[in-house]
């Protein structure tokens, strides 16, 4: 990545950046192969192969949220991490009040996340009466899973990241469980870094071109695609294509649901009715399209098992921690 931005502020974008991040751009697929571990690859494909390829691509072009004007530091943790800074054009004249902003945040971040991570603990032992449960509940709680472990991950690189720079970044989640609309769930709310690639490597090209609902068909039709990708590292298994159904259908449903809202006089459900219906949309067709890839084969079964190993060995940290502590005199 040091690389990529002394390139970068060399060259100008087009072909010749372009040409000079090729070697970066073609290595960074391969890293997440290093680790044999489906938590750890999964979650170096998706910073890296992913992320960090989109990242690089726009920055060759001159667009997305790098700039070869960034500092090193900065410019090495917003490329490698799932993070974008937020501008600020007004700043704060008081730096004591700011930073006891950025302090309060921070702890706001490390709060929420512990709670999350609670949550998750709570539900990881539940899976030993998964012979016990219905399919849908296995699934149901396969969803509250992969929200929380996300929401986890991406808030703990946010946190590195906030720490280290000392600078605003844009939001990653914004409460996924109230959206009311398709639009809203995928648009404004869930994994807002991939939104924050896509829309200008695919979306805003395709708009200009073919307009808004080409646009966001070409939008869904890549992240389909990248998720194929993603599940590749996660199992190692050939593509199936469902996930790029699943995102297609998504897309689909969501230039629909545009064409509907425009239209003039177009009743809206109001909210308490609108957000179950999007999540039960969501949930549903994920159990038709989403999680079959990954439940074949057993790779859920490694994921649960890795899961299993971690909280053992934290539990055995903390009784290591808390044992000395606790013992009689």
């Given at each position: 990545?040091?690389?990529?931005?002394?390139?970068?502020?060399?060259?100008?974008?087009?072909?010749?950046?372009?040409?000079?991040?090729?070697?970066?751009?073609?290595?960074?697929?391969?890293?997440?192969?290093?680790?044999?571990?489906?938590?750890?690859?999964?979650?170096?494909?998706?910073?890296?192969?992913?992320?960090?390829?989109?990242?690089?691509?726009?920055?060759?072009?001159?667009?997305?949220?790098?700039?070869?004007?960034?500092?090193?530091f900065p410019?090495?943790?917003?490329?490698?991490?799932?993070?974008?800074?937020?501008?600020?054009?007004?700043?704060?004249?008081?730096?004591?009040?700011?930073?006891?902003?950025?302090?309060?945040?921070?702890?706001?971040?490390?709060?929420?996340?512990?709670?999350?991570?609670?949550i998750l603990?709570?539900?990881?032992?539940?899976?030993r009466?998964?012979?016990?449960?219905?399919?849908?509940?296995?699934?149901?709680?396969?969803?509250?899973?992969?929200?929380?472990?996300?929401?986890?991950?991406?808030?703990?690189?946010?946190?590195?990241?906030?720490?280290?720079?000392?600078?605003?970044?844009?939001?990653?989640?914004?409460?996924?469980?109230?959206?009311?609309?398709?639009?809203?769930?995928?648009?404004?709310?869930?994994?807002?870094?991939?939104?924050?690639?896509?829309?200008?490597?695919?979306?805003?090209?395709?708009?200009?071109?073919?307009?808004p609902?080409?646009?966001v068909?070409?939008?869904?039709?890549?992240?389909?695609?990248?998720?194929?990708?993603?599940?590749?590292?996660?199992?190692?298994?050939?593509?199936?294509?469902?996930?790029?159904?699943?995102?297609?259908?998504?897309?689909?449903?969501?230039?629909?649901?545009?064409?509907?809202?425009?239209?003039?006089?177009?009743?809206?459900?109001?909210?308490?009715?609108?957000?179950?219906?999007?999540?039960?949309?969501?949930a549903?067709?994920?159990?038709?399209?989403?999680?079959?890839?990954?439940?074949?084969?057993?790779?859920?079964?490694?994921?649960?098992?890795?899961?299993?190993?971690?909280?053992?060995?934290?539990?055995?940290?903390?009784?290591?921690?808390?044992?000395?502590?606790?013992?009689?005199?």
């Open positions: 990545m040091s690389y990529a931005r002394f390139a970068s502020a060399r060259l100008p974008a087009g072909l010749p950046r372009l040409a000079a991040l090729l070697p970066v751009v073609c290595l960074l697929p391969l890293l997440p192969f290093a680790f044999s571990s489906v938590h750890l690859r999964g979650i170096s494909a998706f910073f890296l192969a992913w992320l960090s390829l989109f990242k690089l691509l726009l920055l060759s072009l001159g667009l997305g949220p790098l700039h070869p004007s960034l500092p090193l410019f090495l943790l917003s490329s490698s991490l799932p993070v974008k800074l937020r501008p600020s054009p007004n700043p704060n004249p008081n730096p004591k009040s700011s930073n006891l902003s950025d302090l309060s945040d921070l702890s706001l971040i490390v709060l929420s996340s512990a709670v999350k991570a609670v603990a709570l539900i990881i032992p539940l899976y009466f998964k012979p016990l449960m219905h399919p849908y509940l296995v699934l149901s709680l396969y969803c509250v899973h992969m929200y929380l472990a996300l929401e986890i991950v991406l808030a703990g690189a946010a946190a590195l990241a906030r720490g280290a720079l000392g600078m605003e970044l844009e939001p990653q989640f914004d409460k996924p469980y109230l959206a009311s609309s398709l639009r809203d769930f995928w648009g404004r709310r869930w994994n807002l870094m991939v939104s924050a690639v896509l829309r200008p490597a695919v979306y805003d090209p395709v708009r200009r071109r073919r307009g609902r080409a646009g068909l070409a939008t869904f039709l890549v992240s389909g695609l990248m998720h194929e990708a993603m599940f590749y590292y996660l199992t190692l298994r050939p593509p199936t294509g469902e996930a790029a159904a699943f995102f297609l259908l998504h897309g689909l449903c969501t230039a629909a649901e545009g064409w509907w809202a425009r239209r003039r006089g177009a009743p809206s459900p109001p909210r308490w009715v609108a957000a179950p219906a999007t999540l039960g949309f969501v549903g067709t994920g159990f038709w399209l989403f999680f079959p890839p990954i439940l074949r084969g057993g790779s859920d079964e490694v994921v649960l098992a890795e899961c299993a190993a971690a909280m053992r060995f934290f539990a055995d940290a903390a009784r290591s921690l808390l044992g000395p502590t606790a013992s009689p005199v």
